[in-house]
């Protein structure tokens, strides 16, 4: 089993920045891939970032250039800071993990966080 614990988020006015933090814990074998997912109200789940064990990044078009995914795997940990946010980047942040709980194939994990508020006042 693989639990997701997200720290940061708030409140901050426009042009300002923000870190997120996301540790996983549990039994598992490997997390392959981490990142962050965001959903605005009366909007589906997009992503914002994705990080893998060798560091390969990619990044939502909406965010290059003002957001920084990276990851401690020895931590098990994905951060990501958020620099010159806009009220379009307000949102529930979830962190996410993909990995395998064993060496079998078949014990692929797909894990969600709780999610964390952030809002971006203009």
């Known amino acids: 089993q693989v639990h997701l614990v997200e720290s940061g988020g708030g409140v901050v006015q426009a042009g300002g920045s923000l870190g997120l933090s996301c540790v996983a814990s549990?039994?598992?074998?490997?997390?392959?891939?981490m990142g962050w997912y965001r959903q605005a109200p009366g909007k589906e789940r997009e992503l914002v970032a994705t990080?893998?064990?060798?560091?390969?990044?990619n990044y939502a078009d909406s965010v290059k250039g003002r957001f920084t995914i990276s990851r401690d795997n020895a931590q098990n940990t994905v951060y990501l800071q958020m620099n010159s946010l806009g009220p379009e980047d307000t949102a529930v942040y979830y962190c996410?993990?993909?990995?395998?709980?064993?060496?079998?194939?078949?014990?692929?994990?797909?894990?969600w966080g709780q999610g964390t508020q952030v809002t971006v006042s203009s």
């Open positions: 996410n993990a993909r990995g395998y709980e064993s060496h079998l194939v078949q014990s692929v994990f797909d894990e």
């Open positions: 549990g039994t598992f074998f490997r997390i392959i891939s």
């Open positions: 990080i893998n064990s060798g560091h390969a990044i």
